[in-house]
């Protein structure tokens, strides 16, 4: 009689140890399932709005590029990995330009030393520049701006999808690349175009 009450008692316990623990998952797979779904790094509905100086001094207004994908690249003229940026943005700007990709160089540096630099470098696509307003500008990804090359990028209607912090390789640019074509081509929606670019 002692054994059948030790296997009663023992399966008894295990019961219960097995409905704690199911009943302790419940509220987790419930929260999970009624949260609602949980923003990228960025908000792909927010939309950048600028406008800065380039290097004649005109200003410049981020809503004259509506329609292109865009890039906002953050660099300065002191920033080494931002230097080695610039001839493959450039080439970048070159190959897919016709195809309504814009990069937008937005130097957070003197004007003048940007504009020495300018000459040498050459661009291919417009150059604005800013110290705290350009700051603030890169504030607006929701991303901690803690240093350059920095780059958002932007869709075609002003949505803000992604951003990334470091140095841009030609990988990058073809997955960005890709990732937007497969949006135009309604193949994938915006916060999935979104979600892809954060895995950059």
């Avoid at 923003?39 to 800065?52: E, R």
């Avoid at 417009?126 to 705290?132: A, E, F, N």
């Avoid at 932007?154 to 997955?175: I, K, S, T």
Wanted: hydrophobic share 45%; glycine share 6%.
């Amino acid at each position: 009689m002692p054994r059948v009450m030790l296997i009663f008692a023992t399966a008894l316990v295990a019961l219960m140890a097995g409905a704690l623990f199911y009943a302790a998952r419940i509220p987790t797979e419930i929260a999970i399932q009624e949260a609602p779904p949980q923003p990228a790094t960025l908000d792909a509905v927010s939309h950048p709005a600028f406008t800065l100086p380039d290097l004649d001094g005109e200003n410049r207004d981020f809503s004259e590029w509506q329609g292109t994908h865009r890039l906002i690249n953050f660099w300065a003229t002191w920033c080494a990995p931002c230097r080695r940026e610039i001839p493959l943005l450039k080439a970048f700007q070159d190959e897919h330009g016709d195809d309504g990709f814009q990069i937008i160089g937005i130097a957070v540096d003197f004007p003048d030393l940007v504009a020495d630099y300018a000459e040498e470098a050459e661009f291919n696509y417009p150059i604005l520049t800013g110290q705290q307003d350009a700051m603030a500008v890169a504030e607006t990804s929701g991303v901690e701006f803690i240093g350059m090359p920095f780059t958002m990028i932007v869709a075609r209607d002003g949505a803000l999808l992604g951003a990334y912090l470091g140095e841009l390789h030609q990988n990058h640019l073809d997955d960005i690349v890709t990732i937007l074509s497969r949006l135009d081509k309604d193949e994938i929606s915006k916060d999935q175009a979104s979600a892809a670019l954060d895995l950059l």
